[in-house]
């Protein structure tokens, strides 16, 4: 006995809705180096609240002419929303300081957020103990 065609493919579509999730989610070690930290220090140029992950691009200054855009990798909205931090926490134009977790991607401006901190009023995100410099 085989199942009604409408079955049949709700349980393909299923499948396939399945399988781009899986695909879109990925591994913080397999992406950074989770091992190795690096400190950045510049002006927020957009900070994306949304899931899966919430990012920052921040503007720092590369100690040349100018300055390099990197791109940081964050929680999701119901984690950081636990811990304090909003679509409103952070705006453009704040300068921030950074802990982070490299791309493995040699060169590429890219990290996982480890703790931030807001010097203007003391905003703090994920310091366990330690300093940022």
Avoid: C
């Avoid at 709700?10 to 499948?15: D, S």
């Avoid at 396939?16 to 992406?31: K, Q, R």
């Avoid at 134009?93 to 040699?106: E, F, H, N, Q, T």
């Amino acid at each position: 006995m085989t199942a009604p065609k409408s079955a049949r493919v709700l349980v393909a579509l299923a499948a396939t809705l399945t399988v781009g999730v899986a695909e879109a989610h990925h591994s913080y070690a397999a992406t950074f180096d989770v091992d190795h930290h690096i400190n950045l220090e510049g002006k927020i140029t957009q900070f994306g609240f949304r899931n899966p992950h919430s990012y920052i691009q921040l503007e720092v200054p590369d100690g040349k002419s100018g300055n390099v855009r990197w791109s940081i990798e964050w929680s999701g909205t119901a984690s950081l929303a636990t811990q304090g931090i909003n679509p409103g926490t952070l705006k453009v134009g704040d300068l921030v300081k950074i802990v982070a977790s490299p791309s493995r991607v040699k060169g590429e401006q890219r990290a996982q957020i480890v703790s931030l901190v807001r010097p203007r009023d003391g905003l703090t995100w994920g310091l366990k103990g330690e300093k940022v410099d």
